[in-house]
């Protein structure tokens, strides 16, 4: 009996173990800036707009944001760039014909759950750009744009793809 006791304690605590290490190597910082693309439906032309304009909002974003150390210049960057980032998704929207119109936010923005290989990335406000693409009603993109994780290309699907180093970014910010 006691050794079933005592292999019982074991996996339990294994399994914390695992689980804070997946949740550390996930976790999203308060003070983070967070992105969000919203399609206007889930039809292939609006899912496809959603990325185009994702691409153009990531490529703008990193460039306004690759030497940035601090949230505060962070802000104070995305802040006064946002008409530059506007006239690029508007020139983009232009170019595949999209004649619905968009809005550009930054500030307290929802963000609903996401549930990820056992991390819960909780629904709520949070400080963010979200570009939405006419109704708003499709699946969405996000990830984190500072600091620049972007560890996490999200939809509202269960798909999410890794495309950074966590520790090259936590070295360098944390």
């Known amino acids: 009996m006691k050794k079933i006791v005592f292999l019982f304690i074991g996996i339990i605590i294994t399994y914390m173990l695992i689980g804070n290490v997946v949740a550390k190597n996930n976790i999203i910082p308060d003070d983070a800036i967070r992105v969000r693309i919203i399609a206007n439906s889930n039809s292939d032309y609006d899912q496809k707009i959603k990325y185009k304009v994702k691409d153009v ?12 150390k601090k949230v505060d210049e962070a802000r104070s960057v995305i802040n006064n760039n946002l008409s530059y980032v506007e006239k690029d998704i508007d020139r983009t929207l232009q170019n595949e014909g999209y004649n619905l119109p968009f809005s550009l936010d930054f ?7 996401k549930q990820f290989k056992g991390i819960v990335y909780e629904d709520g406000y949070y400080e963010s750009v979200v570009v ?14 500072f600091p620049p994780l972007c560890l996490i290309e999200a939809s509202e699907s269960t798909d999410v793809e890794y495309t950074t180093m966590v520790k ?7």
Do not use: A, H, Q, R
Request: with cysteine; aromatic share 18%.
């Open 57 to 68: 909002v990531e490529k703008d974003m990193y460039n306004l944001l690759k030497d940035t």
């Open 168 to 174: 090259s970014i936590i070295d360098k910010y944390f």
């Open 132 to 145: 939405t693409l006419g109704e708003g009603l499709g699946d969405n993109w996000w990830c984190v744009l």
């Open 107 to 113: 500030g307290l923005n929802y963000f609903p759950e």
